[in-house]
């Protein structure tokens, strides 16, 4: 049974350009949340989608957004990167919406901005 | 908003001590709590959880009691291993405007010696 899967592992950009992240979430599980994970900090929301909608968003710019696929995977897009943008990105998945269930965890994208 | 606080780390102690994360919240209305680990180079995992008030959660020989006249939820292990050095997180869930977030505190890295 897959567990949450996250591609790809690295990634190095220079400043203003776009990324997009991708997520496949636990089988079974229909909730996807992304989290922003700075070195030596904890996990910072950034938003959850749920059918296919962003239901919550945390306090992140409109440079970060995403986008849920009818199979409940998941991709992650920044635009116009900055250097603060260097970090690790989290995707967990669960299932019905919320965040009371189990989150499951990927083990992330380590994004570096130059 | 809300917020979780917890001790600051790094946490060093030989095998077989007595482990104890303290672990502090700030929240509106009542909470669940977590308890996530993080092992080098993956994502996190779910170690315990408690929903109410006075519940003990407990896995792997660790445990943290739900406090809410303290709003506290302290990890604690009676006999450390070298396999339980990572990096710990406390987080909980509020619920209502905070649907689907989890807000994490900034993580103790703790490292066990043989």
């Known amino acids: 049974d897959a567990g949450v899967t996250q591609s790809p592992t690295h990634l190095i950009k220079t400043r203003g350009q776009q990324v997009t992240l991708r997520c496949s979430p636990k089988?079974?599980?229909?909730?996807v949340s992304w989290y922003q994970q700075a070195l030596g900090q904890g996990p910072q929301f950034i938003f959850q989608?749920?059918?296919?909608?962003?239901?919550q968003r945390g306090n992140f710019p409109d440079r970060f957004s995403g986008h849920q696929f009818p199979n409940y995977s998941s991709e992650l897009n920044v635009n116009a990167l900055l250097l603060g943008d260097s970090a690790l990105y989290l995707c967990?998945?669960?299932?019905?919406?919320?965040?009371?269930?189990?989150?499951?965890f990927g083990d992330g994208t380590r994004l570096s901005i130059l | 908003g809300d917020s979780v606080t917890q001790m600051e780390g790094p946490v060093t102690l030989s095998e077989e001590a007595f482990l104890t994360i303290n672990c502090t919240y700030t929240a509106t209305g009542y909470p669940s709590l977590f308890w996530y680990v993080q092992y080098p180079g993956e994502g996190l995992q779910l170690l315990l959880k408690?929903?109410?008030?006075?519940d003990k959660g407990s896995n792997k020989g660790f445990e943290a009691t739900y406090r809410k006249e303290t709003t506290s939820f302290h990890l604690e292990k009676g006999s450390v291993q070298v396999s339980d050095s990572a990096v710990y997180f406390c987080?909980?869930?509020?619920?209502?405007?905070?649907?689907?977030?989890?807000?994490f505190g900034q993580g103790t890295i703790l490292t066990v010696h043989p």
């Open positions: 408690a929903t109410k008030a006075d």
């Open positions: 967990a998945s669960s299932l019905g919406g919320g965040g009371n269930q189990p989150q499951h």
């Open positions: 089988s079974g599980h229909d909730t």
């Open positions: 989608y749920y059918e296919e909608e962003e239901r």
């Open positions: 987080a909980l869930y509020a619920g209502g405007t905070s649907y689907g977030k989890l807000t």
